[in-house]
């Protein structure tokens, strides 16, 4: 079976730290790039940073010079390390693996108070 657990959400205040994690469990086919999305109360889901198999990364506007992406092959897990958090950060954050379908893991809140 395959599963994507996300952790290390929690409640900061703005300009505080956080990271994300996203282990990865069972067999995985064809997989492309890996990211993270987060998703606001009454918003859309959206895209917040990428990382392909070759290590390439990609970021949002609004998060770039803030977050990082990275990984370990070795312990089958993907970061997001949030710096300087602002209350528009405030979502549930999800982990995502795209091969031949979508996984998602369960998500993780991130409250940034101001």
């Known amino acids: 079976q395959v599963r994507l657990v996300e952790s290390g959400g929690g409640l900061v205040q703005a300009g505080g730290s956080l990271r994300l994690s996203c282990v990865a469990s069972?067999?995985?086919?064809?997989?492309?790039?890996m990211g993270w999305y987060r998703q606001a109360p009454g918003k859309q889901r959206e895209l917040v940073a990428t990382?392909?198999?070759?290590?390439?990364?990609n970021y949002t506007g609004s998060v770039k010079g803030r977050f990082t992406i990275s990984r370990d092959n070795a312990k089958n897990t993907m970061y997001l390390q949030m710096n300087s958090l602002k209350p528009e950060d405030t979502a549930v954050y999800y982990c995502?693996?795209?091969?031949?379908?979508?996984?998602w893991g369960q998500g993780t809140q991130v409250t940034v108070s101001s």
């Open positions: 069972g067999t995985f086919f064809s997989i492309r790039v």
């Open positions: 995502n693996f795209k091969g031949l379908w979508d996984y």
């Open positions: 990382i392909a198999t070759g290590g390439s990364t």
